[in-house]
């Protein structure tokens, strides 16, 4: 049963740069699946920040493309998210996933981290 | 704002039926799946590929799609599938991964 656990800090400067990684297990990143960052701020809704493939494919999300940045570890099994530019608008749970895609479109995101909670704050 | 439609709320009385759509003029061509969230918690897939139960998920939730909306049905509603419900799919060109603005279901 594949699992997945975030780290990272909980509270980042306004204008600094998130780091966060997802160490993955029971399942190898070099499979046939993307790997994915959702993230959903206090009381709000679900957001997709994008997806990544293992050898390099990315998909990101509009609203964020210009900030976002997904990287994948094989060595470590495990990938990253770098979010540049911070606001307080960007205080949210951040999860990764696990999401199916065919050669065109998306499916569903059958597993899921716990979550951690990032806060934008001087 | 969200390009997946689903009502804010839904209130429902234990042993009722519960019906929450998820509307968008891709999902004729596109999957939904859909996320149960409890408090705290990270979401659980419930439904996949608009019909399809994971293992382990009761057979009181079931999917349906057709045409551009997608509905989620719980049957014999219990108190503890009183959460939140979120749907996902893609955008038209099958590129971008949409999220419904979810729906919370109280269990009256």
């Known amino acids: 049963q594949v699992q997945l656990q975030e780290s990272g800090p909980g509270l980042v400067k306004p204008s600094e740069t998130l780091s966060l990684d997802c160490s993955v297990s029971?399942?190898?990143?070099?499979?046939?699946?993307?790997w994915a960052w959702i993230r959903q701020p206090p009381g709000k809704g679900l957001e997709w920040l994008g997806s990544m493939y293992h050898r390099g494919t990315t998909f990101y999300n509009p609203s964020l493309k210009s900030r976002v940045t997904m990287s994948v570890d094989t060595s470590k099994n495990s990938f990253s998210l770098r979010l540049s530019s911070l606001t307080a608008a960007d205080t949210a749970v951040y999860y990764c996933?696990?999401?199916?895609?065919?050669?065109?479109?998306?499916?569903?995101?059958?597993?899921w981290g716990q979550g951690t909670l990032v806060t934008v704050s001087s | 704002s969200s390009d997946l439609t689903q009502p804010p709320s839904l209130s429902v009385s234990p042993g009722q039926t519960a019906s929450i759509t998820c509307s968008a003029d891709a999902l004729p061509k596109q999957y939904t799946s859909w996320y149960q969230q409890k408090p705290g918690r990270a979401p659980v897939m419930v439904i996949y590929k608009d019909t399809e139960r994971p293992s382990g998920i009761p057979e009181r939730f079931s999917g349906s799609s057709s045409g551009t909306t997608a509905t989620l049905t719980i049957s014999g509603v219990q108190a503890e599938d009183e959460a939140d419900y979120y749907c996902?799919?893609?955008?038209?060109?099958?590129?971008?991964?949409?999220f419904g603005g979810g729906t919370k279901l109280t269990v009256l």
């Open positions: 996902q799919s893609a955008d038209i060109s099958g590129t971008y991964v949409l």
């Open positions: 996933a696990r999401q199916a895609r065919s050669s065109w479109t998306w499916y569903e995101i059958d597993s």
């Open positions: 029971g399942y190898s990143v070099s499979g046939a699946y993307y």
